[in-house]
């Protein structure tokens, strides 16, 4: 195996993770969903957003990464909230 490839495995490896991680999350944000859908909160909530933006980006070791992180979180919020609207029993 090349070293381009054991690379690419180690790739794999990390994105297989990160997909389980992700699916994670998004049964979490149907449950948040169904508790703010039980109680009349609505789905949006800018300030909580900002925050766990802010703080994904504290959790870097390398501070250079901040801005692309920031865009993937502003992402993966903007899918939590369509998973929040679509709760339904979880």
Request: a positive charge; zero cysteines; glycine letters at 4%.
């Amino acid at each position: 195996m090349t070293d381009l490839e054991l690379l690419r495995e180690e790739i794999d490896y990390i994105d297989e993770k990160i997909v389980r991680l992700l699916e994670e999350r998004i049964l979490m944000a149907r449950k948040v969903g169904a508790y703010k859908d039980a109680n009349g909160l609505p789905i949006l909530d800018k300030k909580r957003e900002k925050d766990v933006i802010a703080s994904r980006v504290d959790f870097l070791s390398d501070p250079s990464y901040g801005e692309s992180i920031q865009e993937i979180f502003k992402l993966v919020m903007r899918y939590s909230r369509k998973y929040q609207r679509k709760a339904g029993p979880v």
